[in-house]
C-alpha cells in the first residue's frame, strides 16, 4: 500500500515531479484519513458487510436472551426497552474501542477524520442510521453498500452524518507510524 506522495528532491532544494527511479523520491506528504479511506474503501466493503452480519447476530442474541431470562410475556411488555439496550452494543463497543465485534473480527475501526476515536455524537449518528441503511430485515444493508461504493471517500450515510471513517486497522497502523515518526516532513 502506497502511504505517501513520492517526489524527488533537487541539489538545489527544489522538488522535481518528473518521472525518476523510486529510489530517488523522498516522501513529502504524509497521507490524511480521507485519503486512506479514498484508497482501501473498496477492498474494505466486504469487511463491513461481514462485520455488520456478526454485528447484527449479536443483536438478535441480546433479543433472543432477554427473552429466555424474562420469559415471553414480560419481554413482549418491555421489548422496545430491549431494542434500546440491543441498539447501545454498538453505541457502546464505537465510543469505547472504536469497533464492534463485527468490525474487530474483520480488522476494521471507526474513527474521525484526525485518526482518533469517534465521539458520542458521532456515534449516535452512525447507530441512528444504521438503524435504516444497515438492517438486514429492512433493506439488508444495500442502501450502505451502495452509498460504500459510490461515495468518494467510501462511506455509508451514517459515516457521511458523522464525519467518520471505517478504514483497515493494519492500514491505519501504517498510517499513523508514519506520522509520528515524522517520515514525509520537509526539512525547514
Do not use: C
Request: net charge positive; glycine share 8%; aromatic share 10%.
Amino acid at each position: 500500500m502506497k502511504v505517501f506522495t513520492w517526489r524527488r528532491r533537487r541539489p538545489n532544494g527544489t522538488i522535481d515531479d518528473t518521472r525518476a527511479p523510486r529510489h530517488a523520491f523522498t516522501a513529502v506528504t504524509p497521507m490524511t484519513i480521507r485519503e486512506l479511506s479514498r484508497q482501501t474503501g473498496k477492498e474494505v466493503l466486504l469487511r463491513r458487510w461481514l462485520g455488520a452480519w456478526i454485528d447484527f447476530a449479536v443483536f438478535w442474541l441480546i433479543l433472543i436472551l432477554a427473552e429466555l431470562v424474562l420469559g415471553s410475556e414480560l419481554y413482549q411488555r418491555t421489548v422496545m426497552l430491549w431494542v434500546l439496550v440491543a441498539l447501545s452494543y454498538f453505541v457502546v463497543a464505537e465510543l469505547l474501542a472504536g469497533k464492534t465485534l463485527g468490525k474487530k473480527l474483520t480488522g476494521l475501526v471507526v474513527i474521525d477524520d484526525m485518526g482518533g476515536s469517534p465521539t458520542l455524537s458521532q456515534v449516535l449518528k452512525r447507530t441512528v442510521t444504521r438503524v435504516f441503511e444497515v438492517n438486514p430485515i429492512l433493506f439488508g444493508g444495500v442502501p450502505a453498500a451502495i452509498a460504500v461504493f459510490v461515495t468518494a471517500d467510501h462511506q455509508r450515510l451514517g459515516d457521511l452524518w458523522a464525519e467518520t471513517f471505517v478504514v483497515r486497522v493494519d492500514a491505519l497502523a501504517q498510517l499513523q507510524t508514519a506520522q509520528m515518526t515524522g517520515v514525509g516532513e520537509q526539512p525547514a
